[in-house]
């Protein structure tokens, strides 16, 4: 059924209403290669800034101070710029918001899930075991203690924070098998994509409110284990945990909004119409 579009026709659509009647989405485009090459450089980037210090101070080659903040400071970099260079359009690319805000949460799923599992989850383990009672002498703890140095729940088996990473480490189990999904079975599946999305929704949920009461927690309590000064307060407590709070917040609306076209598409194709 065709809708009358004419000015001043009280039958038409606004404007806005009929480019995003008419708009395709393609969520199983490849990435322009200008945005696979960043994603892989940050990837190495990253790994490196992660290990070489950790080696580092393992080998005792440095002190694991200053060597915690400059890690803190530079391990920013390769998380801040796939989250930016995922809205980035190569040139004569044209994708949709939706297809860039469907890249962007692609990118964001394993550099989420990877810290959960791999941080968060030995956090937790070790915790469990008796050894994150780390000092900036345990060099073996490096990994978990220059954080906890700022934050020092992490070295005090807090309850409160096992309980908020247990939810984490749910939420970041949940979120890398939907990523293998969407990058796979998922990929030119579009009932099972919405299964996807939604669990990933879920998951988005339960971070996002993780991150929230990690800081109201802690600001109801006065910042009293907060330490470090400025850089503990700054750059690790909130700088390092601001893209755990921005991109559940930009992915969840999205998310809706590609299952409800992916509904809208499927309820077209039962019946012969054409998906727009």
Excluded at 94 to 110: G, K
Excluded at 163 to 183: D, K, N
Excluded at 215 to 231: M, N, T
Aim: charged share 15%; glycine share 8%; hydrophobic share 50%.
């Amino acid at each position: 059924m065709s809708v009358s579009t004419v000015p001043g026709d009280e039958r038409g659509l606004s404007e806005n209403q009929v480019m995003t009647s008419t708009e395709r989405h393609d969520f199983s485009r490849p990435w322009a290669p200008f945005r696979k090459k960043t994603y892989i450089g940050v990837s190495v980037l990253a790994a490196l800034i992660c290990f070489v210090p950790f080696i580092g101070v393992i080998a005792q080659w440095w002190a694991p101070e200053p060597s915690g903040t400059i890690a803190a400071g530079l391990v920013c970099i390769p998380i801040i710029i796939p989250m930016v260079v995922a809205w980035i359009d190569a040139p004569g690319e044209n994708r949709t918001t939706l297809e860039r805000a469907y890249e962007f949460m692609i990118v964001w799923f394993p550099i989420t899930a990877l810290s959960q599992v791999l941080w968060e989850l030995t956090w937790l383990v070790g915790d469990l075991l008796g050894y994150m009672n780390l000092t900036a002498d345990d060099h073996w703890g490096w990994f978990w203690w220059f954080y906890g140095a700022a934050d020092t729940r992490y070295l005090i088996s807090d309850g409160g924070l096992f309980g908020m990473e247990s939810m984490a480490v749910f939420g970041g189990t949940i979120l890398i098998y939907q990523w293998f999904l969407l990058l796979g079975k998922a990929r030119h599946d579009d009932a099972m994509r919405i299964r996807c999305l939604w669990r990933s929704f879920f998951s988005f949920a339960v971070m996002l409110t993780v991150i929230c009461i990690y800081y109201i927690a802690e600001l109801r309590d006065g910042l009293v284990h907060i330490e470090q000064g400025f850089w503990g307060l700054w750059l690790k407590f909130i700088f390092m945990n601001i893209p755990w709070l921005v991109a559940p917040i930009v992915c969840m609306p999205f998310i809706i909004k590609q299952v409800a076209y992916l509904y809208r598409a499927g309820a077209s194709a039962a019946t012969g119409g054409d998906h727009k």
